[in-house]
């Protein structure tokens, strides 16, 4: 066979096939959602706060998400933000008793308020809801502030009572686990409530007779708010429950 020159069209034709392989991917690229995980604490310290964040990294790469964690509160600046889509906080929590405990403060909040504003989210993870007793913007945006809880990590029986959430889909209807179970002041109650915990199911029962909300999220501030306030212990981040339940938040607050 005599082989032959490529002609000008061809030629072109080429290049605009591998340039229509080539582009789709660059575009993906150029769309990967970037979370940013935040874990610093000036309050009680979570032992389980390394396992919290490196499950969000795990999940983020399965995600195909750009994940960068830090614990440096000087990354809150309108600047920096601006290149995230989401932030993760992980028991980011402030001492109530010490308002100088808190790092949201001046141009810090400006900058948080801002980033939902520009309709990006925000994703609390167990202690983010014992943080900033001192600003009840935070307070609102969380939905709620940490007040008590029963000693240790007691069995209980956790409910799904909204199935049509990412965060929820695939997850049972009941599930009994051990965690810290967390009792909240301040709650909204227009918060969409994704799960509930039976307190008569904990350890050897608690007194109240009315589901206790542990998983719900909002629009809040121009942005999507997911709190999740399981994951007390670290083995809890390798639970499928867990990193279930942190996969769909994710997937909200990014809202893409």
């Avoid at 900058?111 to 983010?128: I, R």
């Avoid at 008590?148 to 209807?173: E, I, N, S, Y």
């Avoid at 109240?208 to 083995?235: K, M, Q």
Wanted: charged share 20%; with cysteine.
């Amino acid at each position: 066979m005599i082989s032959r020159p490529l002609t000008g069209s061809i030629v072109y034709a080429l290049g605009l096939a591998l340039g229509m392989l080539w582009m789709p991917a660059t575009a993906a690229a150029a769309e990967k959602a970037r979370v940013l995980v935040y874990s610093g604490s000036t309050g009680y310290r979570h032992d389980s706060i390394p396992a919290g964040v490196e499950a969000v990294k795990s999940i983020g790469a399965k995600a195909g998400y750009v994940v960068e964690a830090t614990e440096d509160p000087e990354i809150f600046t309108a600047e920096k933000l601006k290149t995230f889509d989401v932030i993760v906080f992980v028991s980011t929590t402030t001492d109530p008793k010490k308002p100088e405990s808190e790092w949201f403060t001046g141009p810090r909040r400006d900058a948080l308020q801002g980033f939902l504003k520009d309709g990006k989210g925000v994703v609390g993870l167990h202690a983010a809801g014992d943080s900033h007793y001192h600003w009840g913007w935070y307070g609102k945006m969380i939905g709620g502030y940490f007040e008590r809880h029963p000693k240790g990590t007691p069995k209980g029986v956790l409910t799904v009572v909204d199935a049509k959430h990412p965060a929820t889909a695939t997850l049972p209807k009941t599930i009994e686990r051990n965690d810290e179970w967390y009792y909240y002041k301040d709650f909204d109650p227009t918060m969409r409530v994704l799960v509930t915990v039976d307190p008569a199911t904990i350890g050897e029962g608690e007194a109240d007779v009315n589901p206790n909300a542990v998983v719900w999220c909002h629009d809040y501030g121009g942005g999507r708010v997911f709190y999740n306030g399981l994951g007390h212990t670290s083995e809890s981040y390798s639970e499928p429950y867990m990193v279930t339940l942190i996969s769909g938040g994710l997937k909200y607050a990014i809202g893409k």
